[in-house]
């Protein structure tokens, strides 16, 4: 029975959280949001059929761009502007997922990183629209608990949507794509449909998160936008935490993230070395993530 108030006393506690905290705690809070978010948006695709996204960068830098420019240049209103940035980047999403999910393996890894290097690329040479390399900047807005908020509700989305794939016909599809994708395809399973729709799905979540970052930050760069080292990271902290399960997002990239900031302030020059020599650690000792652990220490009980 305590599982089933769990969540709810977890939900209530994000709620009231911002009535507690401010200033460092509250942006830090925020930030590990976004990165739960953002490692959860790709477990969707790569957690759930096991194609690794090298590319998933792109879909939060089109996202940021999509309502900066939609913001900036036809003064729409944040709302509207971040949820047609999402839609842009789930369509960009199913029109190059018709011939890269055909791929697989490393060949679906590269294309990606291809994807997200070429969306670098336009954001460059299309300066009298996104800025180019000076950058453009959107209008200042410090309400900080609005933003925590808004990625503390994407959080949400996202492990809804997670959840929803663990119980539903469409995620046990994913799961048999995962396991065995030319089995699943032999046992009926659209395989080619399935991966698609969560393509689409995850690249739709990155793209909200990336139009938050966006009006956030105030400033939107191609090379910090669509930097692939954005996605490696997501990647290690949804592996870190248990890539394929509800919660191994949520742990890993709150784990990883509060392991930076805590060696950031004692070794601010050597930290990056010592989270690596963790993370190495962690997948040695633990293949199955930390969620693989937990399961195995708490949940089998």
Known sequence: MARWWMPIVLILLGAVAPLA??????????????????????????????????????????????????????????FPAMFIGAIFASILALLVGIPTMRLRGAYFAIAMLAFAEAMKQ????????????????????????????????VVLLIIGTTFWF???????????IREAELAAEVSGVNTFYCKLIAFGISAFTAGMIGGIYAYWMTFLYPGDA?????????????????????????????????????????????????????????????????MGLFRQRVLAK
């Open 166 to 176: 663990e119980k539903s016909k469409f995620g046990k599809a994913l799961m048999a």
């Open 21 to 78: 905290i401010s200033g460092y705690w509250l942006r830090l809070i925020t930030f590990i949001f976004m990165w739960i978010g953002l490692a959860g948006s790709l477990n969707l695709l790569t957690g759930y059929t096991g194609y690794l996204d090298f590319g998933h960068v792109a879909f939060f830098g089109i996202g940021a761009y999509t309502t900066g420019v939609l913001m900036v240049k036809l003064g729409m209103p944040f």
């Open 226 to 290: 669509f930097n692939v080292l954005l996605t490696v990271r997501m990647i290690i902290m949804a592996f870190l935490g248990g890539a394929g399960t509800l919660l191994g997002p949520v742990i890993g990239a709150a784990f990883l993230a509060a392991i930076e900031e805590i060696l950031w302030a004692e070794f601010k020059y050597t930290y990056l070395i010592i989270v690596g020599f963790i993370v190495v650690l962690v997948v040695l000792v633990l293949p199955r993530g930390l």
């Open 122 to 153: 336009v954001a460059l040479e299309f300066e009298g629209i996104t800025g180019g390399g000076n950058g453009l900047s959107l209008p200042i807005y410090t309400n900080y608990p609005f933003f925590y908020y808004m990625m503390f509700s």
